[in-house]
């Protein structure tokens, strides 16, 4: 079945590092791909999401680009504040089925 | 547009009681999604409804179950309740089950079974 691996963390920085979090994902057919963010104490949000091979998702600096080839889809920002302290999700939707991956603590220190 | 709003947002029971917790989707959402989310196991899929239907199952026991009604508000019942059972559960739902469409998610009900 469909599956996201994601590096689980924690992840720590000091503000105004470089941020990557991996992701690689397993499905068959052409899925959508997304992350997602979980502020303390609250549910999940879209933080971004690609429909399609080579499309770049981006939002609040943040970006991920869709690379079939890899199956991977990275979030990456150049430039961490103390506020993007979260937890960070990658899923993929196939239509039917919505996977997450098992997320990613990040802490970043003033 | 009003989000998905889940209700309670806390409660405590106590081992061996059944919980009832509540969704309303987003309007002119049709699918209905539960999750479980703990500190270990991180976020499990429960099920899925779509137009009353349940289209999709993970691996929980029968003491699970949900529903959905005509407007798509959406309940999902614990049974004989375990300590274990003490988790965040989410709702989330979507227009449609299509690849493009994305999940919003309420704020949980933080339920703590003593």
């Known amino acids: 079945g469909d599956s996201v691996t994601q590096m689980e963390g924690p992840v720590t920085l000091s503000e105004e590092a470089f941020l990557t979090i991996n992701c690689t994902y397993t499905?068959?057919?052409?899925?959508?791909l997304f992350w997602y963010v979980q502020y303390p104490g609250e549910g999940l949000q879209l933080l971004l999401k690609a429909t399609k091979a080579d499309d770049k998702g981006s939002n609040k600096g943040f970006e991920a680009t869709y690379r079939k080839e890899t199956t991977s889809f990275h979030l990456e920002k150049g430039s961490v504040q103390v506020s993007d302290s979260a937890v960070y999700f990658c899923a993929l939707s196939g239509g039917q089925n919505f996977v997450f991956g098992p997320g990613t603590r990040l802490s970043v220190l003033p | 547009k009003a989000g998905v709003t889940q209700t309670p947002r806390y409660l405590i029971k106590t081992r061996g009681q059944q919980v009832t917790l509540s969704c309303s989707p987003i309007?002119?959402?049709?699918?209905v999604s539960w999750y479980q989310q703990t500190p270990g196991q991180g976020l499990q899929f429960l099920f899925e409804?779509?137009?009353?239907?349940?289209?999709n199952k993970g691996n929980f026991p029968g003491r699970f179950s949900g529903r959905q009604f005509s407007n798509s508000r959406s309940e999902m019942n614990v049974s004989t309740l375990e300590l274990g059972d003490s988790a965040l559960y989410l709702c989330a739902s979507r227009r449609a089950e299509a690849t493009n469409e994305k999940l919003f998610f309420g704020s949980g009900t933080q339920l703590s079974v003593l």
């Open positions: 409804y779509f137009s009353e239907t349940q289209r």
């Open positions: 499905a068959t057919g052409y899925p959508s």
């Open positions: 309007s002119g959402h049709r699918s």
